[in-house]
């Protein structure tokens, strides 16, 4: 059922997997609206002088997609900012850094022999493309924010900004061995992967379907290994609020400039 009334602006949707990353951003709406849909509490109102939906995805691929689904055919979003957390799995993609990605893969997609690994079936394609100008406006805000003199409070003074492949399934990657294992798979596949997250590319996915664009930043909490346990729980609670306050705030001002 759509809204009763259509917002003058089409608003942009500002996606987050836990509640952490997205405290801060409805803390600072102007004439704040919550709406019950779906099982899932959506808020609508202006920050950064921007019309806005925030939406928390849930987690996993399957939440992802109903979140994103609801945000396009309900609210009618045109445009779709994720923001979240992620494991490293790259060379030199460190604690503190963000990826903004270029694309997404399932690392946990096997419809083999009937299609190749990783391949998403009826869609002919293992990747799902993340869109340019959005992604390009998202990585200028990136960069701008891990200047600001408040994340060195947080440790990290050599944060950077790395762009490429992120890969989604349904599993929490927290060993070691593990991490190592889907990297080189995904190494050997063709797929140069980042980092490691849980819903990416659902939303991507979904994006496609509805030819909405659609753009992803992930700051990298642990390094997906033993520690991830332990480092992720902290990272999101200390950390992710301020990343995903600054970057979007930057992007927000960035695109209405456009």
């Known amino acids: 059922m759509p809204l009763t009334s259509a917002p003058a602006i089409t608003p942009i949707a500002i996606l987050s997997a836990l509640p952490q990353e997205q405290r801060g951003l409805i803390e600072l709406l102007h004439q704040p609206r919550k709406v019950h849909h779906a099982s899932r509490d959506f808020w609508l109102g202006d920050l950064h002088g921007q019309s806005v939906v925030l939406a928390l995805s849930k987690i996993g691929k399957v939440a992802a997609a109903t979140t994103t689904t609801a945000l396009i055919e309900r609210f009618g979003v045109r445009r779709i900012v994720f923001t979240g957390v992620a494991g490293g799995m790259g060379q030199g993609v460190k604690v503190g850094d963000v990826v903004v990605a270029t694309d997404f893969v399932q690392h946990d997609l096997d419809a083999s022999p009937l299609f190749p690994r990783y391949e ?3 869609y002919g394609k293992t990747r799902f493309h993340c869109d340019a100008t959005l992604s390009a406006l998202l990585f200028e805000a990136s960069s701008k924010a891990l200047a600001h003199e408040s994340l060195a409070t947080h440790g990290f003074h050599d944060a950077c900004v790395h762009q490429g492949l992120i890969a989604s399934g349904d599993r929490f990657v927290s060993s070691a061995e593990e991490s190592r294992s889907l990297h080189d798979l995904l190494a050997d596949a063709g797929h140069a992967v980042l980092a490691v997250e849980m819903e990416g590319a659902a939303v991507a996915q979904v994006c496609m379907d509805y030819g909405v664009p659609f753009a992803v930043m992930r700051t990298i909490s642990d390094r997906a290994d033993d520690s991830a346990h332990v ?14 306050h600054l970057i979007i705030e930057r992007f927000l001002n960035l695109l209405s400039k456009k």
Do not use: G, Q
């Open 120 to 122: 998403v079936p009826l």
């Open 231 to 244: 480092d992720f729980p902290d990272f999101v609670e200390a950390t992710a609020s301020r990343y995903a």
